[in-house]
């Protein structure tokens, strides 16, 4: 009788399924061909031993809501900051708005935001606000460092243009923005104006605005002149087509700033006018 015990087989790891394999090795071939394939649209705008900044340039690649996704994870792997994203006319519509929106409510080097012609709020005649929503959240998180937004020709209606300025009204990096080509003012409803003239009012950065092709009615009009004799940051306007002509937007003796200075002595300071020749560029 053999009493000699047979030693264990040594230990091996068990082999894996042929569809383990495989899609652990498809995933990294997938995450290797997109960082492949995004790299030709990345520009370099700063490169140093301390931090490297960059572009992704992606206007008018047919860049889908899906593709967002696709964006955003090859963001999350790159060791570097980016600082600019283009998705010019690209279809992202309200997903893609809602699926960018929940990426930068985390996110503190993005400084260019770059949304004209998107979509954002699919069909003009049946907009759909969940994704500004979301983008709002996204613009105005504690951590956003955003110095440019542009979300001109988006079809945006007074609510949509109240939710997405509404965000910006208080940022306290925000310097430039475009809203041109939207319906700022479509219906005489008032929030779509009177939300950018809070922005004038409150934003102590804002020097570039654009809002051109957004027809204004007289209401509007008088409201937003108001509000611009108020603002002491902004440089640059252009207004190009919104029924206002220059003489208008230059003159600053509005009538909210009349109705500001009472004639009884109060002790108060009147409110301020806006100081001459601050506006160096206005284009109507």
């Known amino acids: 009788m053999n009493t000699h015990e047979e030693e264990p087989p040594a230990e091996h790891e068990p082999p894996k399924a042929d569809g383990q394999t495989s899609a652990s090795s498809y995933q990294d071939a997938a995450g290797d061909e997109l960082l492949r394939v995004l790299s030709t649209y990345v520009a370099v705008l700063r490169e140093g031993a301390s931090e490297k900044q960059i572009a992704l340039l992606m206007g008018k690649r047919s860049v889908s809501p899906q593709r967002v996704v696709c964006l955003l994870d090859y963001a999350a792997q790159l060791n570097t900051s980016l600082v600019r994203l283009r998705l010019s006319k690209n279809p992202l519509g309200p997903e893609g708005a809602r699926l960018l929106g929940s990426a930068l409510v985390t996110n503190n080097t993005l400084q260019f935001l770059e949304l004209d012609a998107c979509e954002l709020v699919g069909s003009a005649y049946r907009p759909q606000l969940e994704g500004v929503l979301a983008l709002s959240k996204g613009i105005q998180s504690v951590r956003s460092r955003l110095r440019y937004v542009n979300i001109a020709s988006n079809d945006l209606q007074p609510e949509g243009c109240r939710i997405l300025l509404g965000a910006m009204s208080f940022h306290k990096t925000l310097t430039a ?37 957004n027809p204004l009615t007289p209401t509007a009009a ?33 009538t909210r700033t009349i109705r500001s200075a009472s004639p009884v002595k109060t002790g108060r300071k009147s409110a301020q006018q806006r100081p001459d020749g601050l506006l160096h560029m206005l284009k109507c």
């Open 177 to 213: 923005l475009d809203m041109s080509d939207n319906l700022l003012s479509l219906f005489n409803d008032k929030q779509g104006f009177l939300a950018l003239s809070y922005v004038l009012q409150y934003s102590q950065q804002l020097c570039w605005l654009r809002i051109a092709h």
């Open 222 to 254: 008088s409201e937003l002149k108001a509000s611009v004799a108020a603002n002491h940051s902004l440089t640059s306007l252009d207004a190009a087509h919104c029924g206002i002509t220059r003489d208008e937007w230059l003159d600053y003796r509005s």
